[in-house]
């Protein structure tokens, strides 16, 4: 299965398919492809008659099979987009018009937040005779180095820090991740390539003081009365600080620790590539382990199970911020 990294190189080598499906859960990838695809393969004097879009839930599929079977205006190629063809009534027509395309049409097809039955014989034909691309949602742990990447390819940086603060804040949405850091990189002065925790929180609203990130460094520390102010600062901004994200955050960071005390190997390199984490945040995570056994990690992975248990209304009617509060105070005593 083509990669996201392979098929954008290829597109940005000049070398385009007749069909491309792209489907899957996250929408980011679908959209780049598609958008590039629009925006590349003709020209402007071109694109007004030769570049058709359709929606799903407007169009038929016999009327875009009939559109990519129409000879371009004055150009070697036409492009077809069919955006939100999961919305489409029925795929019927591309079997036939999988075995015998147009040579000069490239037809994107945006398969969005879900997938085709991959045992069909349909898919299996559109694997066969054009670009299958499963767009896949990132694992959250993943999303900073995906922000490490995005920013590279434009020519600046992130620290560690304010990937992680941004992660925390947006989830795994990576259009509003992308979306945010352009509007970051608009707001850097001209020498400047590096955005900071301090831009974010100018900028976005996230506070670099009271946060996921901080509380499970106040845990570490075991400093009560900083954990007591973040938590004081989430139940006044509730609609900013969920506990569903916290609780995943905290359970994200103790399941790390937990491996940290399962690896043999304690070096620097070795730690981050087994632990999937960027190595500046190593050092952290050794002075956790220190902190916390593995009998204590397990003990607090454990109670994050049940507090997530409680925070969905099972048994208990205790406000996010108190059930925070009783959590936190576990977890340090």
Request: net charge neutral.
């Amino acid at each position: 299965m083509i990669t996201f990294s392979q098929l954008i190189g290829e597109l940005r080598a000049g070398k385009y398919q007749t069909v491309y499906f792209l489907m899957g859960e996250e929408p980011y990838f679908i959209d780049e492809i598609s958008d590039y695809i629009a925006d590349h393969v003709l020209s402007d004097e071109e694109k007004p008659f030769n570049l058709q879009i359709f929606y799903g839930r407007d169009a038929a599929m016999d009327t875009i099979i009939a559109a990519a079977r129409r000879f371009p205006v004055m150009s070697r190629n036409q492009v077809v987009v069919v955006k939100e063809a999961q919305q489409l009534a029925k795929l019927d027509g591309l079997e036939h018009y999988l075995n015998s395309p147009a040579p000069s049409t490239i037809l994107v097809l945006c398969y969005k937040h879900k997938k085709l039955d991959k045992r069909s014989k349909l898919t299996r034909l559109i694997a066969e005779k054009s670009v299958l691309f499963e767009s896949d949602r990132l694992h959250e742990e993943k999303i900073p180095g995906w922000t490490d990447s995005y920013l590279e390819s434009r020519g600046y940086q992130i620290e560690p820090k304010a990937a992680w603060l941004l992660t925390d804040f947006l989830g795994s949405d990576l259009g509003k991740i992308a979306n945010e850091l352009d509007k970051l990189i608009l707001l850097l002065p001209e020498d400047q390539k590096l955005i900071t925790s301090g831009l974010i929180e100018q900028n976005i609203g996230i506070s670099k003081d009271y946060n996921n990130f901080e509380l499970a460094k106040a845990l570490t520390n075991k400093d009560i009365l900083k954990a007591n102010r973040i938590i004081g600062y989430f139940a006044k901004n509730p609609g900013s600080n969920p506990l569903v994200l916290t609780l995943s955050y905290l359970f994200y960071f103790f399941s790390k620790i937990l491996l940290y005390h399962g690896i043999i190997d304690k070096s620097r390199e070795h730690l981050a590539k087994e632990m999937g984490v960027n190595p500046y945040f190593i050092a952290e995570y050794r002075q956790a382990s220190k902190v916390f056994s593995l009998m204590k990690t397990r003990e607090i992975i454990s109670l994050l199970r049940e507090y997530d248990v409680k925070s969905k209304g099972a048994g208990s009617i205790t406000s996010d911020g108190e059930l925070l509060k009783e959590l936190v105070f576990k977890i340090i005593h």
